[in-house]
């Protein structure tokens, strides 16, 4: 059975760091395409950065980029979405997940993450 245990997030003022944790058992996280998603109340879920099963391919959302940095620890099963200098806008449940068949088709449990102003 495949769980994605999130940890980390809460609330930081704008200009602020988190870290996003996301522990997985049942499946390596160095066998897998592993991403990062958002939802802001009332829009959809979107994408924030994917790391590649060879850790060769890091993507990054638009409003992500240079921003996040999207890692990876094999030994310790888990992946990270570390965030800096956030902005309100940033303010999301963050989801991880990974990516088996073509589909995103296993999702951690979601965490908060608030930024004031």
């Known amino acids: 059975q495949v769980q994605l245990v999130q940890s980390g997030g809460g609330l930081v003022q704008a200009g602020g760091s988190l870290r996003l944790s996301c522990a997985a058992s049942?499946?390596?996280?160095?066998?897998?395409?592993m991403g990062w998603f958002r939802q802001s109340r009332g829009k959809e879920r979107e994408f924030v950065a994917v790391?590649?099963?060879?850790?060769?391919?890091?993507l990054y959302s638009a409003s992500a980029k240079g921003r996040f940095t999207v890692s990876r620890d094999n030994a310790k099963n888990t992946v990270y979405l570390q965030m800096n200098s956030l902005k309100p806008e940033d303010t999301a449940v963050y989801y991880c997940?990974?990516?088996?068949?073509?589909?995103?088709?296993?999702w951690g449990q979601g965490t908060q993450v608030t930024v004031s102003s």
């Open positions: 997940t990974a990516r088996s068949l073509s589909m995103w088709s296993n």
């Open positions: 049942g499946l390596k996280v160095s066998k897998y395409v």
């Open positions: 790391i590649g099963w060879s850790g060769g391919t890091i």
